[in-house]
């Protein structure tokens, strides 16, 4: 945190420099600023920007350089600040590239487009600076994470109360069957008892059968 606190606003001198340099000596960098002007405007097809235009462009920018210059510095917004600063200093580094000049134009506006570069990579670097609190992508790699442990679990929990369920269907028809056998083994010994006392009854009645016929001839002799 300590280390932070000291480079933004190392970070952010060159860029307030140069705001301040654009916003109260915008005559001096409304050559490089007429080419990018024009380009836009050709782009667009509208007509070109006259001297006062593109020295008003310049002083905006330079005061919004300034502006997020500051906010870095002294660590409010930081990220966002930087991040604008970046967008501020990209359009630089596009009307200083070098490619199409010669001789010492050449050789100035190449220390002007290293220069710009390297503070849009500075500046971005300050920008994705989470200040060691875990990213986007952790925090969505987290999350997804999560969800699938939670899908696991619900699946396990899903197939512990299924394997339950069958477990206790099992030990229902065991039950079920236990039942069925022993209502047929009563039915049978019931049957079997039934038989029997029905075989007595006949034979009793046979034999009396037997004795009232024998009382009966006893009788008629």
């Known amino acids: 945190m300590l280390l932070r606190r000291l480079a933004r606003p190392l ?48 002083r905006a920018h330079g005061i919004a350089t300034v502006a997020a210059g500051v906010l870095l510095a002294v660590g409010r917004a930081p990220r966002t600040a930087a991040l604008t600063l970046a967008a501020l200093t990209a359009p630089l580094a596009a009307v200083n590239q070098p490619f199409t000049s010669k001789g010492e134009v050449r050789k100035e506006k190449t220390t002007k487009f290293v220069r710009n570069v390297g503070a849009v990579g500075a500046a971005v670097i300050a920008g994705i600076d989470l200040e060691g609190r875990p990213g986007v992508s952790y925090r969505i790699g987290q999350k997804r994470a999560a969800a699938g442990r939670s899908i696991e679990h619900a699946a396990e929990r899903t197939k512990l109360r299924a394997d339950a369920a069958a477990s206790s269907a099992k030990k229902s028809a065991k039950h079920a069957a236990k039942d069925v056998r022993h209502a047929a083994g009563s039915a049978r010994k019931d049957a079997k008892h039934a038989a029997g006392s029905a075989r007595k009854d006949v034979r009793r009645a046979v034999a009396e059968a037997k004795a009232s016929a024998g009382k009966a001839a006893a009788k008629l002799s």
């Open 11 to 58: 970070l952010a001198v060159p860029f307030v420099h140069d705001g301040l340099s654009a916003a109260l000596r915008p005559t001096e960098h409304t050559d490089a600023a007429r080419e990018g002007a024009d380009l836009v405007t050709r782009t667009l097809g509208v007509d070109p920007l006259d001297d006062t235009q593109v020295s008003l462009l310049v």
